[in-house]
């Protein structure tokens, strides 16, 4: 399982989980609002891209400071 997050130039922000395996089921990864090297990110949009399974989703969400 990998979880990813992007800009709105589709620059990856910070990756949260990468080649995790984990067993069916809910699950939940917190996003502290964070780059990949600890600086805060600015306001807007990131779009979180989860690939499980051999299936890929990608959803949005608005950061505001």
């Known amino acids: 399982?990998?979880?990813?997050?992007?800009?709105?130039?589709?620059?990856?922000?910070r990756t949260l989980l990468s080649g995790e395996v984990v067993p069916q089921g809910r699950h939940e990864a917190v996003w502290d609002g964070r780059d990949g090297s600890g600086r805060q990110?600015?306001?807007?949009?990131?779009?979180?891209?989860?690939?499980?399974?051999?299936?890929?989703?990608?959803?949005?969400?608005?950061?505001?400071k």
């Open 1 to 13: 399982m990998s979880l990813h997050v992007f800009d709105l130039q589709s620059r990856l922000v």
């Open 41 to 64: 990110a600015a306001s807007g949009t990131y779009f979180f891209r989860l690939e499980a399974g051999g299936k890929v989703e990608t959803k949005r969400a608005i950061l505001v």
